[in-house]
């Protein structure tokens, strides 16, 4: 690639995208118009879902699922700790009790055995857990699954990394085989841009419906569902044109058509940069093997072939003699960006002083060591070698 710079992630943006989006701003409406229910088409189409809903962002996705799937005030949510906050707040939001759950600290992914331990925890019943399949990789959710219905638990799978990842067995995240709601971000950083954009997956179309009302307000326009006729009705008994109704708490979490028009130009592309993103996780493999055992990448799950949001290693700091700081300035200086993925929600001051301190080693060892190392689509071999061996030189000299 041409720039210089290498950041951990960036967007591919190409003269079709813009297009797209410039189409809809000559056109177009610019929201509320069409683009929004053919973008859900084509994501849940390419999912495997039965229905998708596009929203404004991550954040708002995660949101609008957990209303839908019933969380209210003191209902308990088993939330792993290596996640971004975004997670666990959601649940805060609607009122509900965040439990943290340990992860693999080989992977940062919450297990069957993490789950049952935060469980064990709980003084009273879990309503709802929610696995996050960091760095594009899940592990277990087959057994998470079967286990959390066995206990009558929702499952609301944080899709965010996952967007173009497979299962080893059949499907792929958010197609509803082992969720009952999935969430996605389409921040520029992510498999596919919209600049912000966050989509929710379901195969219960009453939930996908009411998740279309919530996030415009819960604005009704049908005449079947008024309740208050004296006010909908004209005098000849026919329904007001401009009259709608708000039944419950609603949000504006509706993304703009030319966020949509951006993502369906995007999507089409969505296979071509997962094999990129694969190749370039190939590369790394190989090149790391031969660097010395202070640094590895993370553990791979047999469960699923990721889409490789993130290529993260893990690094001995204490053995190589240097802080991460240390560490992640210097790359910075030979230009190559890093980021941490992420700090245990968990120790987060707003959540300490909520719940107490957590004892989670499986996520304070994983923190300790994680780092992310740049992976886009438009990097080559040859950047994946720079980044490689100035880590090296950065670690060793």
Not at 26 to 48: C, D, H, I, W, Y
Not at 204 to 220: C, P, V
Not at 233 to 249: C, F, I, R, T
Not at 363 to 389: N, W
Request: some cysteine.
């Amino acid at each position: 690639m041409t720039r210089d710079f290498l950041p951990y992630g960036r967007h591919t943006i190409e003269e079709d995208d813009i297009e797209a989006v410039v189409d809809v701003m000559r056109n177009g409406l610019l929201t509320a118009g069409p683009k929004a229910a053919e973008f859900e088409k084509a994501f849940a189409s390419q999912v495997g879902a039965k229905e998708a809903v596009v929203v404004s962002n991550g954040t708002t996705a995660l949101h609008l699922a957990v209303i839908v799937a019933g969380i209210e005030r003191d209902d308990i949510v088993v939330v792993p700790a290596v996640t971004f906050l975004s997670t666990a707040n959601v649940v805060e939001m609607v009122g509900g009790k965040v439990v943290f759950a340990d992860v693999n600290p080989e992977t940062g992914l919450m297990t069957l055995d993490n789950l049952k331990d935060a469980i064990a925890r709980v003084d009273g019943s879990v309503k709802a857990v929610m696995p996050v399949h960091l760095t594009g990789h899940s592990e277990g959710m087959a057994e998470i699954y079967a286990y959390a219905k066995e206990q009558g638990i929702k499952i609301i799978t944080d899709c965010c990394h996952a967007l173009g990842a497979e299962y080893s067995d059949r499907g792929k995240p958010g197609d509803g085989k082992y969720e009952d709601f999935a969430c996605y971000s389409l921040h520029p950083v992510k498999s596919i841009a919209m600049g912000e954009g966050g989509v929710v997956t379901t195969n219960d179309l009453k939930a996908a419906q009411m998740m279309r009302l919530i996030r415009s307000h819960d604005m009704h326009r049908d005449e079947e569902s008024f309740q208050h006729s004296d006010m909908a009705l004209d005098v000849s008994g026919q329904a007001n044109p401009w009259y709608y109704e708000m039944h419950k708490l609603g949000y504006n979490y509706r993304a703009t058509d030319m966020q949509c028009a951006l993502g369906i130009s995007q999507l089409k592309k969505l296979e071509s940069f997962v094999e990129k993103r694969r190749k370039l996780a190939d590369f790394y493999d190989d090149a790391l093997s031969s660097i010395g055992n202070f640094v590895k990448p993370n553990d791979r799950s047999k469960d699923c072939l990721s889409a490789w949001h993130l290529y993260a290693v893990q690094i001995d700091f204490e053995v190589v003699g240097k802080s991460r700081a240390t560490v992640m300035r210097k790359l910075s200086e030979q230009s190559i960006g890093t980021q941490v993925h992420y700090i245990p929600v968990s120790s987060q001051p707003y959540y300490r002083e909520r719940y107490g301190m957590q004892n989670l080693p499986g996520a304070e060892e994983y923190y300790s060591k994680t780092l992310s190392l740049p992976l886009f689509p438009q990097m080559e071999e040859a950047d994946v070698k720079r980044v490689v061996d100035t880590l090296h030189k950065v670690l060793t000299v």
